[in-house]
């Protein structure tokens, strides 16, 4: 074995790295019990601050730490840390960073490679933004996993008989819930659903609230302009919620909030378990509902179930599990810690394409249906946008397919083709995650096909493809154009600002280069002039307009498969194109 790859769970509140130790996943742990809060911060003296360290200064400088990244991820919304912004992915990647370093102590070599879980409600984009987050920590993600398949892993992985499996999983932001099948190490995920706003954070935000609307109700001061103070009743609700686990009542008890008539006031609060559960039945409700929707997907009756495994902090509250049980008449598990589960999980995937496993198979599915949007009919009537679905949800992954459409008069000068993901019939009511342009030969009939192919790979990454069927002309994309993910020169722009950031704090930098292995291969092996016009063109991709940059990454996209599957001419061609556009731009 010689390359180390780590299983990594990177957590709404906490992260966890684990790997193969003689043949037993182990979580690795840095003095501690091996739980990082995925807390990044810039303390005092402007250093980086990962962890502990960082929660810990939250409630004292909320406005220089950065708490539940994860939420964001997949999204270009700015996050102001201390004197500067950064987006989801470079937070994310602070956190990988420290992970990566803690295996690098433990197992003193290089780690250059993870396989990363997230949900299994992750879009297409927060799975982008995690690979992403990766590249920039220096880690190349070998394979993103769902995270209830990571705990179905770590439950049964050496099991032989078939199991059907439930996973309950609600942790700090996001809650899950799916059911594999496992048979003989092979993992097959028959349905998943959940909530990617639903976890813990929020039951902390309910309590905080309460909270705030005591002190200023009853005690007569204000507090929810007051960041401070609203950082420490949240943290104080977080330690009331997780007593409330394991007692009736919680007493909250908080000193010198606020002053009233120059007099310090200070907040006694006693909260019971039954309060915390009333104020969460809502939440608890719609959870359940995810797993009836969950059982219909997979075509299966309670009774069909053979074991339920809970993961996440917050399935430690104890209605969770009565709920599970007055529904399954079978009590959930939880003896592999559920804060752990996943990354134990993760690992064991790791070790897989490490080669410890090779007669194991991981068989996962989409949890979104993916199409396009075309002129169709819609309740009887004419719709402009009515979806049309090429990968429908729960498809097993990989997954491919193509359709043919048609253009709708003569001389028609392009097509748009429009990338929706949701159920939704109306292509409006879903999620657009692309645009693309794709200008079609001159002088074309009515009726023109163009065949559109989407591709869908193990790691809910999709490309897309349109050919225009007469001329075999075609372009493709990587859907991370769609919500503005880095090029290749904002990803090394982003690494080194990181890298600098991080400083020198030990490990094993640098050992392999980081690199995508599809989509951002560099030029090397290339012939000189398609590796020279392609680093041209990519020096000009950020200064150039969004419409002509889009066409100008299909174009490089396409030279480089073009290369590699030996069509040179064809090659040649693109870069005529290409060199069209830098010319444009001057
Ligand atoms: P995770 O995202 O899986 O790390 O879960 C973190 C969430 O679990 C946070 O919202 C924690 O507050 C919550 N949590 C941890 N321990 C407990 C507990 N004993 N009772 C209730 N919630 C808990």
Redo the contacts with the bound molecule.
């Keep these: 074995m010689d390359e180390a790859i780590v299983g990594i769970?990177l957590?709404?509140?906490?992260?966890e790295v684990a790997f193969i130790i003689n043949g037993n996943a182990e979580i690795l742990k840095d003095n501690d019990n091996g739980?990082l809060p995925?807390c990044v911060g810039v303390n005092n003296e402007g250093k980086i601050i990962v962890g502990a360290e960082a929660r810990n200064q939250a409630v004292i400088a909320p406005e220089r730490t950065v708490l539940s990244v994860k939420r964001l991820m997949g999204t270009d919304r700015k996050i102001r840390m201390g004197d500067a912004d950064y987006l989801p992915q470079e937070i994310s990647a602070f956190i990988l960073k420290e992970l990566k370093l803690r295996a690098e102590k433990v197992l003193g070599k290089a780690v250059s490679k993870a396989v990363i879980t997230v949900p299994a409600y992750f879009t297409d984009a927060q799975r982008h933004a995690t690979r992403e987050a990766g590249q920039i920590a220096g880690l190349n993600v070998v394979r993103i996993i769902n995270e209830p398949t990571a705990a179905a892993l770590a439950y049964e992985s050496t099991r032989s008989e078939t199991q059907r499996i439930l996973i309950y999983?609600?942790?700090?932001?996001?809650f899950d819930v799916s059911i594999v099948k496992i048979e003989q190490g092979v993992v097959e995920v028959l349905s998943s659903t959940g909530d990617n706003h639903l976890?813990?954070?929020d039951?902390?935000k309910k309590i905080a609230d309460m909270l705030a609307e005591h002190c200023e109700k009853e005690l007569k001061i204000s507090v929810s302009d007051k960041p401070v103070i609203m950082a420490r009743l949240k943290r104080a609700a977080?330690n009331a919620?997780?007593?409330?686990?394991?007692e009736p009542y919680a007493k909250i008890e908080e000193d010198h909030i606020g002053k009233r008539t120059w007099k310090d006031v200070h907040l006694s609060y006693e909260f019971s378990r039954v309060a915390f559960e009333k104020m969460i039945e809502d939440d608890l409700e719609r959870t359940m509902d995810s797993v009836n929707k969950a059982l219909k997907d997979a075509s299966l009756l309670p009774s069909a179930i053979d074991k339920i495994i809970l993961?996440?902090?917050?399935?430690?509250?104890p209605r969770i599990s009565e709920m599970l049980e007055e529904k399954f008449g079978q009590l959930p598990h939880s003896e592999i810690d559920?804060?752990l589960c996943?990354a134990l999980g993760a690992a064991i995937q790791a070790g897989r394409e490490m080669g410890c496993d090779s007669t194991s198979i991981l068989l996962d599915i989409t949890p979104y249906t993916f199409g396009t949007s075309a002129i169709g009919e819609l309740d009887g009537l004419p719709c402009m946008t009515r979806f049309v679905p090429l990968i429908r949800r729960n498809t097993k992954l990989p997954a491919s397919r193509t359709e043919a459409f048609y253009t709708l008069y003569e001389n028609q000068e392009m097509v748009e083709i429009k990338v929706c993901q949701g159920e939704n019939p109306d292509a409006l009511d879903n999620i657009r995650i692309g645009k693309y342009k794709f200008s079609l030969t001159p002088k074309s009939p009515e009726g023109s096909v163009i065949l559109l192919n989407f591709d869908l790979d193990l790691n809910g990454i999709l490309k897309i493809e349109a050919t225009e069927k007469s001329s075999g002309r075609k372009i493709n994309a990587v859907i991370e154009n769609a919500f503005s993910g880095f090029t290749e020169q904002e990803m090394s722009v982003s690494k080194r600002r990181i890298d600098e950031m991080w400083g020198d704090r030990g490990g094993f930098e640098g050992d392999e280069e980081v690199s995508e292995d599809n989509d951002t291969a560099d030029t090397e092996g290339m012939p000189p002039d398609l590796a020279e016009i392609i680093e041209k063109a990519e020096l000009q991709l950020k200064s150039a307009p969004a419409e002509d940059r889009d066409e100008m990454i299909n174009l490089i996209e396409d030279i480089r498969d073009a290369v590699k599957e030996g069509m040179l001419e064809e090659a040649g061609e693109l870069k005529k194109e290409l060199e069209d556009i830098l010319y444009y731009l001057g």
């Design positions: 769970d957590g709404t509140t906490n992260s739980i995925s999983d609600l942790g700090g932001g996001t976890g813990g954070d039951f902390d977080e919620k997780m007593a409330l686990s394991a993961v996440g902090g917050s399935t430690r509250i559920p804060d996943v």
